[in-house]
Protein backbone atom coordinates (compact mmCIF):
# COMPACT_ATOMS: atom_id res chain seq x y z
CA UNK A 1 0.00 0.00 0.00
CA UNK A 2 1.35 3.70 -0.54
CA UNK A 3 2.65 5.43 2.27
CA UNK A 4 4.09 8.41 2.93
CA UNK A 5 5.54 8.73 6.65
CA UNK A 6 7.12 11.39 8.71
CA UNK A 7 8.62 11.50 12.70
CA UNK A 8 4.81 11.29 14.34
CA UNK A 9 6.78 12.36 17.75
CA UNK A 10 7.94 15.95 18.17
CA UNK A 11 11.28 17.03 17.50
CA UNK A 12 12.43 19.47 19.89
CA UNK A 13 15.93 21.48 19.53
CA UNK A 14 17.78 24.27 20.90
CA UNK A 15 17.45 27.61 18.98
CA UNK A 16 20.82 27.92 16.87
CA UNK A 17 20.96 24.52 15.93
CA UNK A 18 20.05 22.86 13.01
CA UNK A 19 16.81 20.55 12.64
CA UNK A 20 16.27 17.89 10.17
CA UNK A 21 13.33 16.09 9.44
CA UNK A 22 12.54 12.89 7.28
CA UNK A 23 10.02 11.76 4.84
CA UNK A 24 9.43 8.49 3.27
CA UNK A 25 7.45 7.18 1.03
CA UNK A 26 6.57 3.63 -0.44
CA UNK A 27 4.59 2.88 -3.64
CA UNK A 28 4.53 6.35 -4.68
CA UNK A 29 6.57 7.41 -8.28
CA UNK A 30 6.35 11.24 -7.88
CA UNK A 31 7.63 13.91 -10.40
CA UNK A 32 7.98 16.08 -7.06
CA UNK A 33 8.06 16.37 -3.16
CA UNK A 34 6.91 19.41 -1.63
CA UNK A 35 7.54 21.01 2.19
CA UNK A 36 5.09 22.89 4.00
CA UNK A 37 5.00 24.70 6.89
CA UNK A 38 1.22 24.27 9.11
CA UNK A 39 0.54 27.11 12.33
CA UNK A 40 -2.18 26.02 14.52
CA UNK A 41 -6.12 27.28 13.01
CA UNK A 42 -3.96 27.98 9.67
CA UNK A 43 -3.37 26.52 6.50
CA UNK A 44 -0.78 25.20 5.10
CA UNK A 45 2.04 27.22 3.88
CA UNK A 46 4.51 26.38 0.93
CA UNK A 47 7.83 26.26 1.44
CA UNK A 48 10.02 24.21 -1.04
CA UNK A 49 9.64 22.02 -4.00
CA UNK A 50 12.20 19.44 -5.17
CA UNK A 51 11.84 17.84 -8.25
CA UNK A 52 13.17 14.15 -9.26
CA UNK A 53 15.94 14.90 -10.74
CA UNK A 54 17.30 17.45 -8.05
CA UNK A 55 19.13 16.01 -5.56
CA UNK A 56 19.20 19.05 -3.22
CA UNK A 57 17.62 22.67 -3.30
CA UNK A 58 18.38 25.44 -0.94
CA UNK A 59 16.00 28.91 0.36
CA UNK A 60 17.73 30.92 2.93
CA UNK A 61 18.27 28.66 6.14
CA UNK A 62 16.04 26.00 4.11
CA UNK A 63 17.52 22.96 2.94
CA UNK A 64 15.57 20.08 0.82
CA UNK A 65 17.21 16.67 -0.28
CA UNK A 66 15.53 14.06 -2.35
CA UNK A 67 16.83 11.00 -2.94
CA UNK A 68 13.98 8.70 -5.11
CA UNK A 69 16.70 5.40 -4.84
CA UNK A 70 15.95 5.64 -0.92
CA UNK A 71 12.24 7.02 -1.38
CA UNK A 72 13.39 9.59 1.04
CA UNK A 73 13.27 13.37 1.34
CA UNK A 74 15.31 15.34 4.34
CA UNK A 75 14.26 18.60 5.24
CA UNK A 76 16.72 21.02 7.05
CA UNK A 77 16.55 24.01 9.03
CA UNK A 78 19.62 25.97 9.95
CA UNK A 79 20.61 27.89 12.75
CA UNK A 80 16.81 27.39 14.26
CA UNK A 81 14.60 30.12 16.05
CA UNK A 82 11.91 29.79 18.31
CA UNK A 83 9.65 31.42 15.44
CA UNK A 84 10.17 28.34 13.48
CA UNK A 85 8.21 26.05 15.48
CA UNK A 86 5.07 24.79 13.82
CA UNK A 87 3.83 21.71 11.79
CA UNK A 88 6.05 20.71 8.73
CA UNK A 89 4.43 18.26 6.10
CA UNK A 90 5.88 16.91 3.21
CA UNK A 91 3.25 16.54 0.39
CA UNK A 92 3.98 14.16 -3.31
CA UNK A 93 2.22 14.40 -6.10
CA UNK A 94 1.48 10.79 -7.68
CA UNK A 95 0.88 9.89 -11.47
CA UNK A 96 0.60 13.87 -12.32
CA UNK A 97 -2.68 14.35 -10.82
CA UNK A 98 -1.09 17.50 -9.58
CA UNK A 99 -3.79 16.69 -6.27
CA UNK A 100 -1.49 16.26 -3.35
CA UNK A 101 -0.94 13.65 -0.77
CA UNK A 102 0.31 14.69 2.35
CA UNK A 103 2.15 12.95 5.10
CA UNK A 104 1.06 13.36 9.08
CA UNK A 105 3.44 15.92 9.46
CA UNK A 106 6.23 16.36 12.36
CA UNK A 107 6.15 18.98 14.98
CA UNK A 108 9.00 20.95 15.38
CA UNK A 109 9.53 22.77 18.78
CA UNK A 110 12.87 25.42 18.96
CA UNK A 111 13.54 26.04 22.84
CA UNK A 112 15.06 29.39 23.06
CA UNK B 1 0.62 34.56 -5.19
CA UNK B 2 -3.00 33.49 -5.17
CA UNK B 3 -4.51 35.19 -1.98
CA UNK B 4 -7.50 32.85 -1.17
CA UNK B 5 -10.76 33.08 1.02
CA UNK B 6 -12.89 30.81 2.72
CA UNK B 7 -16.80 31.33 4.29
CA UNK B 8 -17.52 30.45 7.38
CA UNK B 9 -14.16 30.77 8.96
CA UNK B 10 -16.13 28.14 11.95
CA UNK B 11 -19.30 27.00 12.29
CA UNK B 12 -21.41 24.60 14.78
CA UNK B 13 -24.29 22.83 13.11
CA UNK B 14 -26.16 20.33 14.13
CA UNK B 15 -26.43 16.86 13.22
CA UNK B 16 -28.47 16.53 9.87
CA UNK B 17 -28.30 20.02 8.66
CA UNK B 18 -25.88 20.75 5.70
CA UNK B 19 -23.43 23.46 5.27
CA UNK B 20 -21.77 25.26 2.11
CA UNK B 21 -18.62 26.51 2.31
CA UNK B 22 -17.16 29.07 -0.08
CA UNK B 23 -13.63 29.62 -1.35
CA UNK B 24 -12.75 32.55 -3.35
CA UNK B 25 -9.53 33.64 -4.78
CA UNK B 26 -7.82 36.44 -6.00
CA UNK B 27 -6.95 35.57 -9.83
CA UNK B 28 -7.91 32.77 -12.11
CA UNK B 29 -6.76 29.06 -11.69
CA UNK B 30 -7.26 26.08 -13.67
CA UNK B 31 -7.09 23.59 -10.21
CA UNK B 32 -8.81 23.97 -6.86
CA UNK B 33 -9.00 20.98 -4.53
CA UNK B 34 -10.69 20.77 -1.06
CA UNK B 35 -9.25 18.92 1.42
CA UNK B 36 -10.34 17.47 4.63
CA UNK B 37 -8.11 18.10 7.95
CA UNK B 38 -9.67 16.11 10.91
CA UNK B 39 -8.46 16.56 14.52
CA UNK B 40 -4.73 16.09 15.13
CA UNK B 41 -4.58 14.63 11.80
CA UNK B 42 -2.71 15.93 8.57
CA UNK B 43 -4.84 16.38 4.91
CA UNK B 44 -6.74 14.41 3.23
CA UNK B 45 -7.82 14.79 -0.26
CA UNK B 46 -11.92 15.12 -0.54
CA UNK B 47 -12.03 16.10 -4.17
CA UNK B 48 -10.62 18.43 -6.86
CA UNK B 49 -12.98 21.16 -8.40
CA UNK B 50 -13.09 21.19 -12.01
CA UNK B 51 -14.65 24.21 -13.71
CA UNK B 52 -17.36 23.39 -16.28
CA UNK B 53 -17.50 19.68 -15.11
CA UNK B 54 -18.43 17.41 -12.25
CA UNK B 55 -15.87 17.36 -9.41
CA UNK B 56 -13.67 14.35 -9.11
CA UNK B 57 -13.65 12.61 -5.90
CA UNK B 58 -11.41 10.64 -4.00
CA UNK B 59 -12.03 7.05 -2.83
CA UNK B 60 -13.99 7.11 0.23
CA UNK B 61 -15.32 10.49 -0.97
CA UNK B 62 -19.12 10.48 -2.55
CA UNK B 63 -20.40 13.66 -4.22
CA UNK B 64 -23.89 13.15 -2.50
CA UNK B 65 -22.05 13.65 0.70
CA UNK B 66 -20.13 16.45 -0.50
CA UNK B 67 -21.63 17.89 -3.51
CA UNK B 68 -19.48 20.33 -5.23
CA UNK B 69 -19.67 23.65 -7.35
CA UNK B 70 -17.19 25.47 -9.73
CA UNK B 71 -18.95 27.99 -11.60
CA UNK B 72 -15.98 29.85 -12.98
CA UNK B 73 -12.11 29.85 -12.59
CA UNK B 74 -12.12 32.65 -9.33
CA UNK B 75 -15.02 30.11 -7.04
CA UNK B 76 -15.99 26.82 -5.44
CA UNK B 77 -18.15 25.52 -2.75
CA UNK B 78 -18.21 22.56 -0.66
CA UNK B 79 -21.17 21.37 0.87
CA UNK B 80 -20.89 18.43 3.99
CA UNK B 81 -24.93 16.95 3.70
CA UNK B 82 -26.33 15.69 6.34
CA UNK B 83 -23.84 16.11 9.07
CA UNK B 84 -23.06 13.99 11.74
CA UNK B 85 -19.99 14.77 14.51
CA UNK B 86 -17.15 12.28 12.47
CA UNK B 87 -17.52 15.46 9.90
CA UNK B 88 -16.43 17.51 12.51
CA UNK B 89 -12.92 18.87 10.97
CA UNK B 90 -11.22 21.71 9.56
CA UNK B 91 -12.00 22.24 5.52
CA UNK B 92 -9.22 23.71 3.52
CA UNK B 93 -9.70 24.46 -0.22
CA UNK B 94 -6.08 25.25 -2.33
CA UNK B 95 -5.27 26.36 -5.75
CA UNK B 96 -2.36 25.38 -7.84
CA UNK B 97 -0.01 28.24 -8.99
CA UNK B 98 1.72 27.70 -11.79
CA UNK B 99 3.17 31.36 -12.37
CA UNK B 100 6.74 30.40 -11.44
CA UNK B 101 6.64 27.34 -12.96
CA UNK B 102 6.23 25.74 -9.64
CA UNK B 103 3.30 23.30 -8.94
CA UNK B 104 2.66 24.94 -5.46
CA UNK B 105 -0.39 24.93 -4.06
CA UNK B 106 -1.75 27.97 -2.28
CA UNK B 107 -4.18 27.26 0.86
CA UNK B 108 -6.92 29.07 1.87
CA UNK B 109 -7.47 29.77 5.77
CA UNK B 110 -9.93 26.61 6.52
CA UNK B 111 -13.39 26.18 7.58
CA UNK B 112 -13.40 25.08 11.16
CA UNK B 113 -16.72 22.87 11.59
CA UNK B 114 -18.19 21.80 14.39
CA UNK B 115 -21.20 19.31 14.09
CA UNK B 116 -22.89 18.19 17.56
Known amino acids: SQKIEQNSEALNIQEGKTATLTCNYT??????LQWYRQDPGRGPVFLLLIRENEKEKRKERLKVTFDTTLKQSLFHITASQPADSATYLCALDDTGRRALTFGSGTRLQVQP | SAVISQKPSRDICQRGTSLTIQCQVDSQVTMMFWYRQQPGQSLTLIATANQGSEATYESGFVIDKFPISRPNLTFSTLTVSNMSPEDSSIYLCSVEDLAGGLNEQFFGPGTRLTVL
Open chain 1, 27 to 32: NYSPAY
